[in-house]
Nanobody, 126 residues
């Protein structure tokens, strides 16, 4: 069982930046680099939506249109950590952000991910 822990959320003003981090916890988690990692978000009253995904080695990434050119996903397999750098934040980015891990597909589809963190709140104030 993979347990993921997100951090880095908070309150930021419009146009500001935040960097989210996600790392697995627990002694059972051994090989971070075998997982595709993704970031997703869910705003109040809305369905969970995809944000970005990154391949196992970090050589490929894909983004939702709503965050393209503003957000950057990256990973450091030596540190067992995946990041989401968020720039140019606007109120529509307010949501709980989740990281997730997949062994089955390099995809933005939430159904491809088996393991999820508890989420970290990002609030963008105007």
């Amino acid at each position: 069982q993979v347990q993921l822990v997100e951090s880095g959320g908070g309150l930021v003003q419009v146009g500001g930046s935040l960097r989210l981090s996600c790392t697995p916890s627990g002694r059972t988690y051994r090989t971070f680099s075998i997982y595709v990692m993704g970031w997703f978000r869910q705003a109040p009253g809305k369905e969970r939506e995809s944000v970005a995904a990154i391949s196992e080695g970090g050589g490929s990434s894909v983004y939702a249109d709503s965050v393209k050119d503003r957000f950057t996903i990256s990973r450091d397999n030596a540190k067992n950590t995946v990041y989401l750098q968020m720039n140019g934040l606007n109120p529509e980015d307010t949501a709980v952000y989740y990281c997730a891990a997949s062994r089955t597909a390099y995809s933005l589809w939430p159904s491809a991910y088996s393991y999820w963190g508890q989420g970290t709140q990002v609030t963008v104030s105007s």
